[in-house]
Nanobody, 120 residues
Framework: QVHLAESGGGLVQAGGSLGLSCVAS????????MAWYRQAPGKQRELVAV???????NYSDSVKGRFTISENRARNTWYLRMDNLKPEDTAVYYC??????????????WGQGTQVTVSS
């Protein structure tokens, strides 16, 4: 089994910055993707940023140029640096990983979520 533990988030004024981190533990052979999603009240969960197995990185249009995803694969950890935050970035942020386990099985796992609130 795989467990994802998030940290970071909190309350910040518009224009400020915050960082999130996610550490994965368990019988992981390889990461196929490391990602951040978010879900605002009354809205569907949406992809914010993702690092794919070939090191391709994709961002949602709403965060491009303001957020940066990075990873330390040796430590099974990935990060989301959020700059120039806007009130519309307020949401619960979730980390997600698609992995191959030591058994050869594939799995998709989620963190518990962390609140990010941006005041105007």
């Amino acid at each position: 089994q795989v467990h994802l533990a998030e940290s970071g988030g909190g309350l910040v004024q518009a224009g400020g910055s915050l960082g999130l981190s996610c550490v994965a533990s368990g019988s992981i052979f390889r990461f196929d993707s490391m990602a951040w999603y978010r879900q605002a009240p009354g809205k569907q969960r949406e992809l914010v940023a993702v690092i794919l197995r070939g090191d391709d990185i994709n961002y949602s249009d709403s965060v491009k140029g303001r957020f940066t995803i990075s990873e330390n694969r040796a430590r099974n950890t990935w990060y989301l640096r959020m700059d120039n935050l806007k009130p519309e970035d307020t949401a619960v942020y979730y980390c997600n990983a698609n992995v191959m386990l030591m058994s050869g099985a594939m799995g998709d796992y989620w963190g518990q979520g962390t609140q990010v609130t941006v005041s105007s």
